[in-house]
């Protein structure tokens, strides 16, 4: 049983230099970080901050994006884990616009109303004279 890693299939031609000798090449470099998918994020997304369905959008990139990772394909895993950020950010920001926004809409609206509460008050209980219909 061969147990050694990598595994190489065995009929693999190995390169050969002009005089018979086995050559490897290795290429030197800082090795780069995989790429983000925001897979959490996005799960917190769809199921807290699910709004117009943009927190679903985000888990399905990151899903691709881990599922090319995985394959991979780092530039497309680097793509689609950029688009479910983007979908993150846009379902964090309007989960958190539109409680203010609403906000903003029934306070305006109450203080609406009390001002108009108040200038109807005002108008009912002014007192007409016979005298102001002549």
Not at 98 to 112: F, I
Request: glycine share 6%; aromatic share 8%; net charge positive.
């Amino acid at each position: 049983m061969d147990t050694s890693y990598p595994r190489e299939h065995p009929r693999a031609p190995t390169p050969r230099k002009a005089d018979g000798a086995a050559h490897t090449a290795l290429t030197l470099g800082a090795p780069r970080p995989p790429p983000r998918d925001h897979l959490i994020w996005s799960v917190f997304s769809t199921l807290y901050l699910n709004v117009c369905c943009l927190g679903f959008l985000a888990l399905a990139y990151s899903i691709k994006a881990r599922d090319q990772k995985v394959a991979g394909d780092l530039e497309a895993a680097g793509r689609l884990g950029s688009k479910a950020k983007c979908y993150n950010i846009l379902a964090t920001m309007w989960a958190l616009v539109l409680p203010l926004l609403l906000l903003a809409l029934v306070v305006t609206g109450a203080l609406h109303l009390s001002r108009l509460a108040k200038d109807s008050a005002a108008f009912f209980s002014t007192k007409f004279d016979d005298s102001d219909y002549d």
